[in-house]
Every structure is written in C-alpha cells, then in structure tokens.
C-alpha cells in the first residue's frame, strides 16, 4: 500500500483555481476549524455529550461539498460531516444541535437543506444516496447525490451492496469516502484488503479516483468531474481522499491505547487549513492581510454558531416519542407513560 502510507508530497498549489474559488475554500474551512475547537471545549464543558471531530479533513470536506449544487444536489453525511455541512450551507446552530442531543438528528430541516440527518450507522448513509439518486432519474430530474463514508465503512456489505447497485443502474451518485486511515482503533492494512479502495471501482463498472485529501483544490476539482458526469447520466463515481484524522476517534476516546503518536505528529505538518493558506499566498490570490480579515470572520462566525446552540432551548421532551413510528405501538405508548410518571415525581 505504498500511497497509503506517507502524507504525501509537502505543498499544494492552486495557481490553477479561480481565485474567489479558493479564498471561498479558505473560508469555509477555516470557519470549519475554528467551530471544531468551540465544539471540544463545548464538549469538556458537559454542554455536548460527545463529539467527533473533523480536524485535518476540512479539504476533503470542503473541497467535494462546494462541487454540488446546494439546490440540486443531495448530501447523505455520516456522523463526521461538520465542515461539509457548513459548506453546503445548512443552519449550523441547528445542525450543531444534533451534537446537544436536543432532538431526533438535530434541528436542521433535512429536505430543505438537501443534506441528510447525521447518521451514525457505519455506512448507512450510501444506500440512502443510492436510492434517492434512482428516484431522481425516475422522476426526470438531474440531482446528483453525494454518499460520504470512511474507509471503515468501506467493508460493510451495505456499500459494497450500493456500489454495485449504483454500477449496474448507473445511478447518479458520488461514493466519497474520505480514508482518513483509520477506522476507531483499526488501520487500514486490516481494514482494506488489497490496499486501495479507489481501486475497487473497477469491479463496479465505475472510475476510481484516489485524490489527495488535503489539497482542497484537487478534492475539489475531481469531486466537480464527477458530479458533471453523473448528471450528463453518465453514472457514478467512487472518489478516495486519502486524509488522517488527527484527533481521537470521538472525544471518548483514547487513541494513545491504538497508535504511534508519531504518525499523527507527521500529518499535523500537512495540515489542510495551513497548505490551502500557503498555496493561496503563492499564488497571490489573496494577500496576508485579507487573509487575517478571513481568519477573524471565520473566528466570528464560530462564536455566533457556539452561543447559538449552547442557548438553544430544550424541545418538549414528550417530542421523544414522536417520529418514532408514523402509527404509534402500544408499547411506545407505555413508555411515553411511564416517561411522564417520572418526570411527574
Ligand atoms: C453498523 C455499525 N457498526 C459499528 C459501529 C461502531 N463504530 C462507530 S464509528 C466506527 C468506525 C468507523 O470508521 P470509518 O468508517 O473509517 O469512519 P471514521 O470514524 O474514521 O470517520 C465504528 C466501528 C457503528 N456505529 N455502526
Ligand atoms: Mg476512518
């Protein structure tokens, strides 16, 4: 697995990108990063009960969710997908409301956002994307859907299940799986048997495109090629973004138990936000001090959506029991019951 195991080659360049593109890149990340260490501390404060960072996979993120149209297409995220989120415009004090645990799969509005409710089933996402992009092409639309999913998710029989599905009906989908190496405690030598993911589109009957991760403007352009095939019906796409995760697989987690710390020491050289920095200033797309109005705007922004969800209000707790069946059971009756008994005491 030799791609597999460096980070790559040290810069990135974006002399090729339209420059608002890649100012509009830095912007979404950065505002990225900065919520991601506002939901840490929120999480040490008890105001979260957990949370999953997306720390050093902002490009791949990013870079693939600013590919889609925000009115067209249909993101179906994982439980990781903050900076996509955000990206694609979704309400992020409602979104992080899925992290306060204060309603079923936060507060966002799933249909109008066109991105899907955070779902924590490893690779459950990707049949949903697969379905809903078959009922795009029955009803005559041009949606593309967008399935993000890790490199664990990779061996569940569900994405493998999709994929060939989506092959053989040449459904419009991108298969995104961001390879951030490892899968909680479990790398990918004992995870990805034949060393490349991207490497199994072939057997699907669609392109296999290994990017590098965290160079948003490559993420970027090869996310962009597959949508515009999907929605010519030319059929889907599997994209790998080979990215580490740098901090612990939640913050339940305890990754010195699992890893080498110097792995994660050498990725932290290639951090996203700081390539996508560099190369901008390179290519003199922006200057240092633009670039300082942009940090200070994205450090705002993360304090409104911090503040925000922190004061949410708590939702009726009887809510527990709606949406669970469209005809309640007598059992979850039982239960809303005996719920309110003990609220009552
Ligand atoms: C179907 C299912 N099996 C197992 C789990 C427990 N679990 C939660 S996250 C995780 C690892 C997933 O790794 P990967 O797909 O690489 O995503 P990452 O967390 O690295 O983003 C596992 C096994 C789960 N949530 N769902
Ligand atoms: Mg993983």
Redesign the pocket.
């Given at each position: 697995m030799p791609q597999h195991a460096s980070a790559g080659r040290g810069s990135i360049s974006v002399d090729h990108l339209p420059p608002d593109l890649t100012r509009e890149l830095y912007r979404h990340m950065r505002t990225a990063r900065d919520l991601d260490t506002e939901a840490i501390a929120l999480q040490r404060q008890g105001v979260f009960p957990a949370y999953v960072s997306v720390r050093g996979q902002e490009a791949a993120q990013v870079g693939s969710a600013t590919a889609l149209d925000p009115d067209r297409d249909f993101v179906f995220p994982?439980y990781?997908e903050m900076a996509a989120a955000q990206a694609h415009g979704v309400d992020m004090v409602d979104y992080m409301a899925s992290h306060r645990a204060l309603w079923h799969g936060g507060l966002y509005d799933v249909a109008a956002s066109r991105f899907g409710a955070v779902n924590?089933?490893?690779?459950g996402p990707v049949p949903h994307a697969v379905g809903w992009a078959v009922g795009e092409r029955l009803r005559g639309d041009d949606g593309v859907a967008l399935a993000y999913?890790?490199?664990?998710?990779s061996s569940?029989g569900d994405v493998h299940e999709s994929m060939n599905f989506a092959g053989v009906y040449g459904a419009p989908v991108v298969f995104f799986c961001?390879n951030?190496q490892?899968?909680?405690s479990v790398p990918n030598d004992r995870q990805v048997a034949g060393g490349s993911i991207s490497a199994r589109a072939q057997g699907y009957g669609m392109p296999g495109v290994l990017v590098d991760g965290n160079d948003a403007g490559a993420v970027h352009a090869a996310t962009a090629e597959a949508v515009a095939r999907a929605r010519r019906g030319e059929g889907p796409t599997l994209i790998e973004a080979l990215t580490y995760?740098v901090e612990p697989?939640s913050t339940s987690d305890d990754p010195g138990r699992y890893r080498d710390g110097a792995e994660t020491e050498r990725w932290l050289r290639r951090d996203p936000v700081t390539l996508l920095r560099e190369a901008i200033l390179a290519a003199g797309h922006a200057d240092e001090n633009a670039l300082a109005e942009a940090d200070a705007a994205a450090l705002q922004e993360a304090r409104r959506i911090r503040d925000g969800v922190a004061a949410a209000p708590e939702p009726d707790g009887a809510e527990l029991f709606t949406h669970v069946f469209r005809e309640s059971t007598d059992e979850l009756a039982r239960q809303r019951r005996t719920w309110q008994e003990e609220v009552e005491l």
């Open positions: 994982t990781r924590a089933v490893v690779g999913f890790g490199d664990g998710a569940e961001q951030n490892w899968a909680l995760r697989h």
